[in-house]
């Protein structure tokens, strides 16, 4: 079956330490992209990527990196420079149609990050 | 720039019966698109439907229609007949049509509770 699959489920990490969260995703999309949603909150974007090999901050991008090797992986690193990195992290997908306003983003089960 | 208001802080609906949930958004480009997602509590952000700027028709995908009111900048989702399994957050989205790039703006959700 396609989909998107994130992992781990739930990831503890120490102070100053980075954590990487996995995003693998079999539908053939070009496009992927990572999400933060904070409790009542909606979805913030961190960081996007229209094409392997190339990536673009978005609103949320500091204290945040990414790699784009593989057109199936996308990994977020939580670096210590994120202060308050505890929150629900989303990775999604979509085809990557340039302009192509009606193009569905697919999102993964998503990876809750806490701080101990 | 893009902006999406869900102020509902919270809705009740009895099973079976029709609920409405409120989006209104703001942007200044001439063609967008409009999206619903559902979030139930394991978190994983489903698709629901879809509606372009400059659409004839209001779309409609099963139980679920769009009342969408260009003039008023509003996109409620409206869902019928109400299961429990409804019972979830619902955030509304909206693409622009400015650039290259796919980025979706969502808001901040809405929590539906449906009583048996």
């Known amino acids: 079956d396609g989909g998107i699959t994130q992992s781990p489920k739930y990831l503890f990490r120490k102070e100053g330490q980075n954590v990487t969260l996995s995003c693998e995703q079999n539908?053939?999309?070009?496009?992927m992209y990572w999400y933060r949603q904070d409790p009542g909150q909606g979805l913030r974007l961190i960081y996007y990527?229209?094409?392997?090999?190339?990536?673009q901050k978005g609103d949320i991008a500091e204290g945040y990196s990414v790699s784009r090797e593989k057109k199936e992986s996308f990994p977020l690193t939580v670096t210590s420079a994120q202060k308050n990195p505890t929150a629900f992290y989303l990775c999604?997908?979509?085809?990557?149609?340039?302009?192509?306003?009606?193009?569905?983003?697919?999102f993964g089960p998503g990876t809750r990050l806490l701080v101990l | 720039a893009q902006k999406i208001t869900q102020t509902q802080p919270g809705m009740f609906v009895q099973e079976k019966e029709a609920v409405t949930l409120d989006c209104t958004y703001d942007?200044?480009?001439?063609?967008?698109?409009l999206f619903w997602y559902k979030q139930p509590s394991s978190g994983e952000m489903i698709f629901l439907i879809y509606?372009?700027?400059?659409?004839?028709q209001n779309a409609t995908e099963g139980r679920y229609s769009l009342n969408f009111q260009k003039a008023r900048k509003s996109a409620n989702l409206v869902i019928s007949a109400s299961q429990l399994g409804d019972s979830a957050m619902y955030f509304c989205?909206?693409?622009?049509?400015?650039?290259?790039?796919?980025?979706?703006?969502f808001g901040k959700g809405i929590t539906l509770s449906v009583r048996p």
């Open positions: 999604a997908s979509s085809i990557g149609k340039p302009g192509a306003l009606a193009e569905t983003q697919y």
């Open positions: 539908l053939n999309h070009d496009a």
């Open positions: 990527s229209q094409i392997v090999n190339d990536f």
């Open positions: 942007t200044s480009d001439p063609s967008y698109g």
């Open positions: 509606q372009g700027s400059y659409d004839q």
């Open positions: 989205a909206m693409r622009g049509g400015t650039g290259a790039n796919s980025k979706l703006t």
